[in-house]
């Protein structure tokens, strides 16, 4: 098969196969095989040495012995033979990686005695990160990972330089995005520069966000009941003793959170947002624009005297339970209201000019800025939060607002909706009331809204179905740089 024609551009758009880091094997586990290699040897080298050359037991050092035989040569060899197997080895699962970019797709392949090869489509990858281990750090490597649309369908390239990694990011994005560059003529500005920073978490406010988190809570009011019980029971300091296990697993899950936001940034480009994380290990994400299915803003009622939000979002090609991190969970972990209504454009494009709307939301109640609000007989359901309880429709998205000790804002790009549901139960029937459900792609946020007029839910079920067909068929979000008429070709 002829190779594909080159495209314009980085040193990796020739159309040739590359090859990865050349520590890409050792990075891939071979350091875990050489640190059990190490350990075997330590505690056993004397019956190795013993068994490869014969040696009597005489309870004397290995070393020793093999000097007094005068086998230091010949067991020197050996060494080198066995370290120039591995070296080998390791040489020949290193060709046998690489991996090769076109102008519709990336395609990795891997393996010596079982090939296999993974091909990543441009207008399917949902977002990019180079994350950076803390060895992989050391011999400057990165590792790129290609968040694809699919089941277990994302593409790894394991390992490559850092400059390496940072361009061919950057020529993935550019042809993702629709943007061609015209044939000998060189790119005046990197289109995917960083830009303004809207969302960094400072330490303070990664160790408050934590200290008021409702999991502290609990184990708190826990302490507070266990501790004084068995006290009373006669326990004394055994009571200590037995919040041990509990106490280390509180300091290692709030330890982790609070390392996890320590350095948390978001910056924008005019490629969408670069997410960045990490202490020891790092890793940077790039979220191309219109990836975006379902956003979930919310304040827990401990974060609300200091103004924070968080930010969850669903994307295609993360699967829950197996890459549901808190990357993946909180785009932003904690976050100030101006960071939000600064982030969220970058979220939603259609949002850009929806900061009243969003202000309304968040924090309003009742008929303001055209929200719908819940009817009044709702609160025989839900006497409190009823007030809150309310959507608005824009030309798209869909924003649904709920909640009282726990205040969230859903917002669901039209574009992004998969169905709708209509539902209603014995007791929404009996006050006329029903719930609506944006059906988009499996994450951590379930875009739901109850408590609305049976025939007012009746109608946005209906305004739904209409507007996500004609956003459908209208969006170009996978060629996000491109002309109308270049992304519907």
């Not at 060709?95 to 519709?104: G, K, L, N, P, V």
């Not at 993935?172 to 303004?196: F, H, I, K, M, Y």
């Not at 039209?414 to 994450?443: C, K, M, N, W, Y």
Request: charged share 20%.
């Amino acid at each position: 098969m002829a190779p594909p024609a080159p495209v314009a551009g980085g040193q990796y758009l020739d159309g040739a196969w590359h090859h990865l880091h050349p520590a890409t094997p050792l990075l891939r586990g071979g350091i875990g095989l050489v640190a059990v290699l190490v350990w075997i040897g330590s505690n056993l080298r004397e019956r190795i040495l013993g068994f490869v050359f014969r040696l009597p037991d005489t309870g004397g050092d290995p070393i020793d012995e093999l000097q007094r035989h005068h086998l230091i040569g010949i067991a020197a060899l050996v060494v080198a033979g066995v370290l120039l197997v591995g070296v080998g080895l390791f040489w020949v699962a290193w060709r046998a990686s690489d991996f090769r970019i076109d102008r519709d797709s990336v395609t990795v392949r891997r393996g010596v005695l079982l090939r296999t090869t993974r091909t990543a489509k441009l207008d399917r990858i949902q977002g990019i990160t180079i994350s950076r281990p803390f060895f992989a750090r050391l011999v400057g490597a990165a590792r790129m990972e290609m968040d694809v649309a699919g089941h277990d369908a994302n593409v790894r390239l394991e390992y490559l330089s850092n400059g390496a990694a940072e361009e061919l990011r950057h020529d993935v994005l550019r042809l993702a995005s629709g943007r061609r560059q015209a044939e000998g003529v060189p790119e005046v500005a990197d289109a995917t520069a960083d830009g303004p920073t809207v969302l960094a978490i400072t330490p303070g406010r990664a160790v408050g966000s934590v200290v008021l988190s409702e999991t502290t809570v609990i184990f708190v009011l826990i302490a507070a009941v266990i501790i004084p019980g068995m006290s009373a029971l006669g326990a004394g300091p055994a009571a200590v003793v037995a919040l041990g296990p509990m106490l280390i697993a509180a300091f290692t899950v709030a330890g982790r959170r609070i390392g996890r936001n320590l350095r948390f940034r978001v910056v924008a480009t005019d490629d969408g947002v670069r997410i960045g994380a990490g202490i020891l290990s790092t890793s940077n994400e790039a979220v191309p624009p219109g990836r975006i299915h379902a956003v979930r803003i919310e304040q827990p009622l401990l974060w609300r005297a200091s103004g924070w939000w968080r930010v969850s979002v669903n994307r295609a090609g993360r699967i829950a339970g197996r890459r549901n991190n808190e990357l993946e969970r909180s785009i932003a972990p904690v976050a100030t209201y101006a960071e939000v209504l600064a982030l969220l454009p970058h979220l939603v494009p259609a949002l850009s000019s929806g900061g009243a709307a969003v202000e309304a939301g968040l924090i309003g109640t009742g008929r303001v800025e055209d929200f719908t609000p819940a009817p009044r007989r709702a609160r025989l359901l839900r006497p409190i939060a009823w007030r809150r309880t309310g959507f608005l429709v824009t030309h798209d998205a869909v924003l649904l607002r709920g909640g009282f000790l726990r205040r969230h804002l859903t917002i669901v790009p039209i574009a992004r909706i998969q169905s709708v549901a209509l539902r209603q139960g014995p007791a929404e029937r009996f006050i006329d009331i029903a719930r609506i459900e944006p059906h988009v792609v499996t994450g951590v946020v379930h875009p739901r809204l109850g408590l609305i007029d049976r025939a007012t839910a009746e109608a946005l079920f209906t305004d739904l179905a209409v507007l996500g067909r004609s956003a459908r068929s209208a969006d170009v979000s996978h060629r996000w740089a491109a002309t109308p008429e270049e992304a519907q070709a």
